[in-house]
């Protein structure tokens, strides 16, 4: 069974710095991404990256500060998020897409049939 196994959370100060994880055991994708969740707010798009191509999209909200990357040999997706600010805190949740579909949407959820546990992201300010 595939599991997406997230790692790197924890709490920082406004302006610092966090690298998420994300390794996908079992297989690969194609397309990875993160979404989060905060408190009492719906879930929300963060970043993608198609793992054959490598492009990658990203929210409007985190553009220029987050960047998501891969690594194939270890079928890893990375999250690397500066110039953290509060409104940053939130559940983060690795997702990977298997079926390929041709309508192609990075930022839908029913884009991805994989997600993780999540891991906390939390800003102080």
């Not at 994708?29 to 707010?41: H, S, V």
């Not at 079928?75 to 690795?94: F, G, H, I, K, R």
């Amino acid at each position: 069974q595939v599991q997406l196994v997230e790692s790197g959370g924890g709490l920082v100060q406004a302006g610092g710095s966090l690298r998420l994880s994300c390794a996908a055991a079992g297989r690969t994708f194609y397309t990875m991404g993160w979404f989060r969740q905060a408190p009492g707010k719906e879930r929300e798009f963060v970043a993608a990256i198609r793992w054959s191509t490598g492009s990658t999209y990203y929210a409007d909200s985190v553009k220029g500060r987050f960047t998501i990357s891969r690594d194939n040999g270890k079928s890893t997706v990375y999250l690397q998020m500066n110039n953290l600010n509060p409104e940053d805190t939130a559940v983060y949740y690795c997702a990977a897409d298997s079926r390929g579909t041709t309508a192609f949407n990075a930022r839908a959820l029913f884009q991805y049939d994989y997600w993780g546990q999540g891991a906390q992201v939390t800003v102080s300010s």
